[in-house]
């Protein structure tokens, strides 16, 4: 909780913290869904009082000090990260080339112009695409974006809008060389920045690995016995967990102040993003907190243990609660519409906390009521 800023006193205050923090995890992940703000705005506010809803971007699209990347899934990581997804770039450079004719259409109207988006456009012809048949002119923007070509330069809703790379990275790195040489060390990298991403992992299959392109288990193996000679990990036990756990060595000092202090350490309950970093470990979730957590929005209706859009409540140090809430933008309501505690979650202390909690939400939420259509 202390590292990832979920507790009173490491809590992030501006900008500069939601930054630095993005440095630290190296991303946090992207979902256009918006029920009650997307992804990354659901993360941010779980960790800072002062966010609200939109927030991160002129961090995006203003000072670039961020910038939309593919890492873990659909990601947002530091532009001081550019050169880490050198090797991502590879496959699709590849696939401009195959279509250099757009490419380079492309580049010329944007040399010429700010940004553009695909129905700026007539290249209406079918290609093969990563999720399915697309438009060439959808598929050619996209692909210059995974290239390191273009990046994403604002967007409007979900649809994005394109710029060159090199007009919107700085050029200390944009020509910066990878942290990585060989494929050694590229899984190296990769373990080490999922370790930091969660803040403590252990070495089995996880989502947590997604992203690092040609990860296997021989290979993660490699990584983390490389990691732990180079003292660069560290290995700790966790009381009625079998397999031992692995932390950043930088990280150990923390750990173990934060052993020493009372474990109810946050004064409202924090309502959490379902892609969470500190999420991305279902499975190790469960061990630590016994807290299953399923995000049902692409589950069908009929088998929904929970609701379409629900979010797990943080107190303390402790899972407590699941919420389903929506906005209605008309009103300017929060509308909470379904709560389930914790088994054994029973006490005033508890409520008020959620209540607190929801209130800071509804603030974040740039709405002006909460409609409680469920008690706890």
Known sequence: MRYHHLCDDTAMQNGED?????????????????????????????????????????????????????????????VADWSCFERFRRRFLDWCRGHQEVIDEFTEYLQQHDSACSSDFAHDAKVDWHYGPQRLAKAALEAMCYAGLAVVHHKKGTRRYYALAEKCIPEQY??????????????????LRRVNAVGLLWNKPSDAWLGINGLRSAERNQAFQALLEEEAIASITVDGIKQPLYIAAENLDLLQAAAALAPDITSCARILAPLDNL???????????????????????????????????????????????????????????????????ASAEVADRILAGIARFQEYNRCDFTEMRCSI
Request: proline share 5%; glycine share 6%; with cysteine.
């Open 18 to 78: 939601i930054v630095d923090y993005i440095r630290k995890v190296g991303c946090i992940q992207y979902d256009p869904l918006d029920v009650v703000g997307r992804n990354p705005d659901l993360v941010l506010q779980a960790r800072c009082s002062s966010y609200r809803k939109g927030d991160i971007e002129p961090l995006l699209y203003g000072d670039r000090v961020l910038f939309d990347v593919w890492d873990k899934n659909m990601s947002i990581s530091t």
């Open 174 to 191: 944009f020509s910066m060389a990878p942290p990585y040489r060989t494929d050694e060390e590229y899984y190296k990298w990769g373990v």
């Open 279 to 345: 999420l991305w470990d279902r499975k190790l979730i469960a061990e630590l907190f016994g807290f299953e957590y399923k995000w049902e929005v692409y589950t069908p209706v009929s088998q929904r243990k929970y609701g379409y859009y629900v979010l797990p409540v943080l107190c303390g140090s402790e899972l407590v609660a699941r919420l389903e809430m929506e906005t209605d933008p008309k009103s300017k309501t929060l509308l909470v519409k379904r709560i389930w505690l914790q088994d054994g979650v």
